[in-house]
């Protein structure tokens, strides 16, 4: 899956030597053109600390604890996950701007931290594009439209019915986060209205869907296949053109008879702007590692794996902010 297509939803919305400074190279990468060394210490000289700004068990989470194994493989250091949730993203980030520029904190931003909260929060401490510098982009997921247990419809069709009837309530990670402007989409596209129920991250939003306290969700993949594959849930549509590989009894939106209806999520390492450009390097390529090394695992989880560095990420992500940005406003989405 790649950049998915703008139109559907616009319209539907209405670490590797660094010789030349005296980095030294963890044996797995390899080092950058010899030249003379400096008086730099070796990178990373100590363990690294990976913030995720979400609740764990959700699909960051999941993505997330995967490429740490591989980060550490490719940097010869332990990569602590930290999660830190709250505010779809918000604490995490701040938390990560907090911490010395030295490479040893990265963040796993997902597109909720990473773009959608810069049109949900007009007061942010911070600019989300020049605070941070891209590293490199772990893997693009699909999204899937589920109900709890208790819900009386086994398809789309059936879902958007009740909607109808009204009093069906959504569970999300957050509000203004791609789990609810999804939900949002698809009620809008098909005429229908439910109830949005707000969580701090997918983790405690899917639990309370198994334990039916909400009706629906639409979530990313990663965090879910296992409940669905056992019949906790059941999923309904896939929110991409194409079926997902890890799911393919499951039916596209299109299929289920929603068409246009497209919406993904995507995670990607980045690391805090004023890291200096060789630790990035360094970063970039252990990130790029860490992905070849996890693609099957990464696979399974329901993520197309991507792996690609700070070149593609960066236009990517201008390409998200110019994409979701006016689809926030437009919607009057707010989160302060």
């Known amino acids: 899956m790649r950049n998915m297509p703008r139109r559907g939803m616009v319209r539907n919305l209405a670490g590797l030597g660094l010789a030349g400074v005296g980095w030294a190279a963890p044996a797995s990468i390899p080092p950058a053109a010899a030249q003379p060394a400096a008086t730099q210490p070796t990178f990373p000289s100590r363990p690294l600390r990976m913030i995720v700004p979400f609740a764990p068990g959700g699909s960051a989470d999941v993505v997330a604890r995967i490429t740490a194994l591989g980060l550490q493989e490719a940097l010869g250091q332990p990569v602590v996950v930290e999660n830190r949730g709250g505010s779809g993203g918000v604490i995490g980030s701040e938390a990560a701007l907090a911490a010395p520029a030295d490479g040893h904190t990265i963040i796993f931003h997902s597109l ?9 929060y007009r007061n942010l401490s911070f600019d989300v594009r020049r605070a941070f510098a891209p590293v490199a982009l772990v893997g693009t997921l699909p999204n899937i439209v589920m109900v709890g247990p208790g819900v009386p419809v086994r398809s789309l069709q059936e879902l958007i019915a009740l909607m109808r ?31 949005h129920i707000p969580y701090r991250g997918s983790g405690p939003a899917f ?18 296949i296992p409940a669905i594959r056992s019949g906790q849930v059941r999923g309904l549509a896939v929110t991409t053109t194409n079926r997902s ?44 590692a860490a992905v070849a090394s996890g693609r099957q695992r990464l696979a399974e989880a329901g993520v197309e794996p991507r792996g690609e560095g700070a070149a593609m990420l960066a236009p990517f992500w201008d390409a998200q902010l110019a994409l979701w940005i006016p689809i926030i406003r437009a919607s009057g989405a707010t989160a302060d």
């Open 165 to 195: 009837r009204g009093g069906v309530t959504y569970a999300s990670s957050g509000a203004g986060t791609i789990t609810h402007l999804s939900a949002q989409l698809l009620a809008s596209m098909v005429g229908a209205e439910a109830t």
């Open 112 to 120: 909720s931290s990473a773009v959608l909260n810069a049109g949900l």
């Open 207 to 224: 639990a309370d869907l198994l334990a039916g306290r909400v009706d629906m969700m639409v979530d990313t993949m990663a965090s879910v």
């Open 245 to 288: 590989p890890a799911l393919p009894e499951v039916p596209t939106a299109q299929e289920a008879g929603v068409p246009g209806y497209e919406t993904y999520n995507w995670h990607a390492v980045f690391a805090p702007a004023a890291t200096p450009a060789p630790i990035l390097a360094v970063l970039e390529r252990a990130t790029i």
